[in-house]
C-alpha cells in the first residue's frame, strides 16, 4: 500500500503523559497536514509542511503541541501533558505539489483516548 | 470569518431516489471547494472538487457564488453511496504559496435503504 501511513492506529493514555504520533506520506509528496478531528465534528486543520518548513500553525496547537518533519519525509506529532481534551481522531494527509489546492490524500488516522 | 456549513447531520433515502447534500459556505475570496467522502472503516476520500467540474460516481456538485452553495448531487442513490460526506474550502487567496490548510464542514451521514 503506498497511501499514507500514521501509527500508531490506537493510543491509550493517561492524563499527564506525553504521545507521540508518526505520519509518512506518499512518496516525494511535498505537502504533510496535520488535523485533528473529534465526534460529530470535521477535521480541523492543526498544521502543515512543505519539504521540513512549518508554515502554518492552528490556533488550536497550544504550547503542548509540537510538530516536526526533520528530512521533509515522515513527520511527528507531540502532544505533552495530554488532557482528556485531547482525545480525539489525529489525521495526517499530503498532497504532492506546492500549490495548496492539489488533492491531499489522507491516512488512517490515529486515535487517542485520554483517560 | 470562513466556513462552511452542513446543515443536515443525517439523511436518508431509498435506493432509486435522488439525493441533495447541502453545503453553505462563508468566504470573502473566491473559493476553491471540495467534497470529500468517508466509507464504513475506510479513510477520507476526494469525492469532487468544483475546478475540475467532473462527475464521480454519479455525483455532481455546482458552485453557486451567489448562494454561496456547493451542493452534492446524484439522480439515483446507490446502497453503497451510504457514508459520510463532508464539504471542504480551500481559501486560494494566491496559487503557490497560499495557507494549506482545508476548512471542513461538519458532515452529513447519508443512509441509502434498499
Known amino acids: 500500500d503506498t497511501g499514507v501511513s500514521q501509527d500508531p492506529r490506537h493510543k491509550i493514555t493517561k492524563r499527564g503523559q506525553n504521545v507521540t504520533f508518526r505520519c509518512d506520506p506518499i512518496s516525494e509528496h511535498n505537502r504533510l497536514y496535520w488535523y485533528r478531528q473529534t465526534l460529530g465534528q470535521g477535521p480541523e486543520f492543526l498544521t502543515y509542511f512543505q519539504n521540513e518548513a512549518q508554515l502554518e500553525k492552528s490556533r488550536l496547537l497550544s504550547d503542548r503541541f509540537s510538530a516536526e518533519r526533520p528530512k521533509g519525509s515522515f513527520s511527528t506529532l507531540e502532544i505533552q501533558r495530554t488532557e482528556q481534551g485531547d482525545s480525539a481522531m489525529y489525521l495526517c494527509?499530503?498532497?504532492?505539489?506546492?500549490?495548496?489546492?492539489?488533492?491531499?490524500?489522507f491516512g488512517p488516522g490515529t486515535r487517542l483516548t485520554v483517560l | 470569518a470562513q466556513r462552511v456549513t452542513q446543515p443536515e447531520k443525517l439523511l436518508s433515502v431509498f435506493k432509486g431516489a435522488p439525493v441533495e447534500l447541502k453545503c453553505n459556505y462563508s468566504y470573502s475570496g473566491s473559493p476553491e471547494l471540495f467534497w470529500y467522502v468517508q466509507y464504513s472503516r475506510q479513510r477520507l476520500q476526494l469525492l469532487l472538487r468544483h475546478i475540475s467540474r467532473e462527475s464521480i460516481k454519479g455525483f455532481t456538485a455546482d458552485l453557486n457564488k451567489g448562494e454561496t452553495s456547493f451542493h452534492l448531487k446524484k439522480p439515483f442513490a446507490q446502497e453503497e453511496d451510504s457514508a459520510m460526506y463532508y464539504c471542504?474550502?480551500?481559501?486560494?487567496?494566491?496559487?503557490?504559496?497560499?495557507?494549506?490548510?482545508?476548512?471542513f464542514g461538519k458532515g452529513t451521514k447519508l443512509s441509502v435503504k434498499p
Open positions: 494527509a499530503s498532497s504532492p505539489a506546492p500549490q495548496g489546492t492539489d488533492t491531499q490524500y
Open positions: 471542504a474550502l480551500f481559501p486560494a487567496m494566491n496559487y503557490g504559496g497560499s495557507q494549506g490548510n482545508l476548512i
